[in-house]
Structures are given as C-alpha cells and as structure tokens.
Nanobody, 128 residues
Framework: QVQLVESGGGLVQAGGSLRLSCADS????????MGWFRQAPGKERECVAA????????YYADSVKGRFTISRDNAKNTVYLQMNSLKPEDTAVYYC?????????????????????WGQGTQVTVSS
C-alpha cells in the first residue's frame, strides 16, 4: 500500500531555509514522477516543483525558481524539496504527490489531477 509521508515543515523567518522530505512508507511505489504542491488558505493547490523519478527532467513554478530545489534518493524512495530564501508568501501546507504512469506532456507535471497518490501535507510558515 502506497503511503506518502511528508516531514520537515515548520516555522522559519523570512530568508531562512527548510528541507521537506517525502517517503513512501509502504515502499511499494515505483513512480514515474513526483511533485511538490502547496496550498495556502483560500487559494488553489499549486505545483512548486516536480521531477521524473528516473531523473533528467525537473519543473519549477516561476515563483520558486532559483530558491527551491527538488531532488530524490531512489534507494530511499524519498523525494526532497530544499527551500532557501523563504518568503512570507511561501507560507502554505506543502504536499508531495506521485504519479505511476508515463506523462508525455511536460505541462501536465503542474496539474494536481496528474498525480495518483498524495501525502497528508506539512505546514510551512514563514514569518516576516
């Protein structure tokens, strides 16, 4: 059974850093792609970063380019989101997501409905 578990959220001052982790605790998932999404109160869920599990392709929202980095450890079945230079507008619940099947259209990486499995979310709060 696939269970995505996020960790690493918390409270940080503006300009600080956090690293989020997402592991498949069931160790049954062999994903095609993994993504990190966030949702702030009253806003839609948005993709901040995504990657092919086999490597080679990464995608970032314009708002986080140059500040966030998605990476993965295939041996640990874990995907990470390194967040640097955090801003108050980065405050949100962050979710990781996994897709099983091939995704040929790169723009689809940004769509929540492209993903099959979701974690429970972890809160990130950036104070000014």
């Amino acid at each position: 059974q696939v269970q995505l578990v996020e960790s690493g959220g918390g409270l940080v001052q503006a300009g600080g850093s956090l690293r989020l982790s997402c592991a498949d605790s069931g160790r049954t998932l062999s994903p095609y792609a993994m993504g990190w999404f966030r949702q702030a109160p009253g806003k839609e869920r948005e993709c901040v970063a995504a990657t092919r599990w086999s490597g080679g392709s990464t995608y970032y929202a314009d708002s986080v380019k140059g500040r966030f980095t998605i990476s993965r450890d295939n041996a640990k079945n874990t995907v990470y989101l390194q967040m640097n230079s955090l801003k108050p507008e980065d405050t949100a619940v962050y979710y990781c997501a996994a897709r099983k099947s091939i995704m040929r259209v790169s723009s689809r990486y940004y769509y929540p409905n492209s993903y099959d499995y979701w974690g429970q979310g972890t809160q990130v709060t950036v104070s000014s």
